[in-house]
């Protein structure tokens, strides 16, 4: 496995989990219901591990840092409307 592939991933996976964790607490806000938080943190997560494995297996360099750059920038965004 490549090194740009780990640190893509690397890149990647930090700031999704950060916004896994943004999204679940906006849930957490606007419903007030703990299983609502709880698929959502779960769909989050998951949807994350699948870009994060298709990250490190499959996806060309150009589309795996535009993702890593895209989920950062989104992430930075959600962030500061905070």
């Known amino acids: 496995m490549e090194g740009w592939r780990i640190f893509a ?10 916004g896994v964790l943004l999204v679940m607490a906006k849930s957490r806000e606007r419903t ?5 938080v709880a698929v959502t943190g779960l769909v989050g997560v998951t949807a ?16 795996a840092w ?7 920038v989104i992430v930075s965004v959600l962030a500061l409307a905070n």
């Open 9 to 18: 991933t690397a890149l990647l996976a930090v700031p999704g989990v950060i």
């Open 32 to 36: 007030g219901r703990s299983t609502i």
């Open 48 to 63: 994350l591990a699948v870009v994060c494995v298709l990250t490190l297996t499959v996806l060309p360099g150009a589309a």
């Open 66 to 72: 535009a993702l890593a750059a895209t989920v950062a």
